[in-house]
């Protein structure tokens, strides 16, 4: 066996943890709604994830009231406070049109 480990890593090598940190799996669907709401938009706006953002800052939202990740301001996930439903919903509007 190589001394790169069973796999081909480095065992000295000292992972790496994710930048947000790790956070539980929705196992109990506590905000499967909102995911399944946001998924759809996705297909229906032809995966434009621009178009469904509102549905994205739903979902999470929902993780963080739900403790399924760590409550943070929406700023700092990129979101602005005048993200909006309704634009959202004329912008699909006008994709449809085109």
Known sequence: MSAGGAFGGNRGARPVPPEKGVFPLDHMHLCDQAKKEYISCLKTSGHK???????????????MEKNLMAKQDMSELG??????PQVSQMKIRNEKEE
């Open 49 to 63: 994830s621009e178009i469904c953002r509102h549905l994205s800052k739903k979902y999470l939202e929902c993780r």
């Open 79 to 84: 979101f602005r406070t005048d993200d909006n």
